[in-house]
T-cell receptor, first 115, second 114 residues
Framework: AQKITQTQPGMFVQEKEAVTLDCTYD???????LFWYKQPSSGEMIFLIY??????QNATEGRYSLNFQKARKSANLVISASQLGDSAMYFC????????????FGKGTTLSVSS | DAGVIQSPRHEVTEMGQEVTLRCKPI?????LFWYRQTMMRGLELLIY????????DSGMPEDRFSAKMPNASFSTLKIQPSEPRDSAVYFC????????????FGQGTRLTVV
């Protein structure tokens, strides 16, 4: 079965610093997609970044980048130059054919950014 | 596009009552997901539709839960009878089918069963 593991319940970082949120996954699929979402305290789910399993380069979207290490089955989110508005819950997720392309989420990591 | 629309945004009901949550996906999307979010269990996938057909309902907690998608623009999640442990935020999300497409989420329905 597909599984996403986020081992950091909470992370703390100061403004302008970079932070890495960990995500490991398990799947027997050869082709799959990895996603990160942000959930601020207001509750909405915001899509941040996507990485395909066959993409050779790590995905980047503004201050967000995905450190994809396929052999280790890890897809860590890197946020550069943290801002107070980055304080939120962050979820790693994946889609693969094994689960009929369902989108499966990890438990999430709460990021707190201080000034 | 208005995005994924869920109703109601908040629902308070008494134990034993029937609860129906509604979702209108983004026009053109052919995959629809229902999730439940709690502090203890995180974001759980309840059921997943492709082209209005339920593909995987293994996440539905028990027979009290049922979901339908009668057409491409509407889905319901019903709980009958409701119990206090069903209190949670329920999200609906839609996407194009495929492993490389993100899902777009509704604002969620906060359900409280007293």
């Amino acid at each position: 079965a597909q599984k996403i593991t986020q081992t950091q319940p909470g992370m703390f970082v100061q403004e302008k610093e970079a932070v890495t949120l960990d995500c490991t996954y398990d799947t027997s699929d050869q082709s799959y997609g990895l996603f990160w979402y942000k959930q601020p305290s207001s509750g909405e789910m915001i899509f941040l970044i996507y990485q395909g399993s066959y993409d050779e380069q790590n995905a980047t979207e503004g201050r967000y980048s995905l450190n994809f290490q396929k052999a280790r089955k890890s897809a860590n989110l890197v946020i550069s130059a943290s801002q107070l508005g980055d304080s939120a819950m962050y979820f790693c997720a994946m889609r693969g054919n094994q689960a009929g392309t369902a989108l499966i989420f990890g438990k999430g990591t709460t990021l707190s950014v201080s000034s | 596009d208005a995005g994924v629309i869920q109703s109601p945004r908040h629902e308070v009901t008494e134990m034993g009552q029937e609860v129906t949550l509604r979702c209108k996906p983004i026009s053109g999307h052919n995959s629809l997901f229902w999730y439940r979010q709690t502090m203890m269990r995180g974001l759980e996938l309840l059921i997943y539709f492709n082209n209005n057909v339920p593909i995987d309902d293994s996440g539905m907690p028990e027979d009290r839960f049922s979901a339908k998608m009668p057409n491409a623009s509407f889905s319901t999640l019903k709980i009958q009878p409701s119990e206090p442990r069903d209190s949670a935020v329920y999200f609906c999300a839609s996407s194009w089918r495929g492993i490389n497409t993100e899902a777009f989420f509704g604002q969620g329905t906060r359900l409280t069963v007293v």
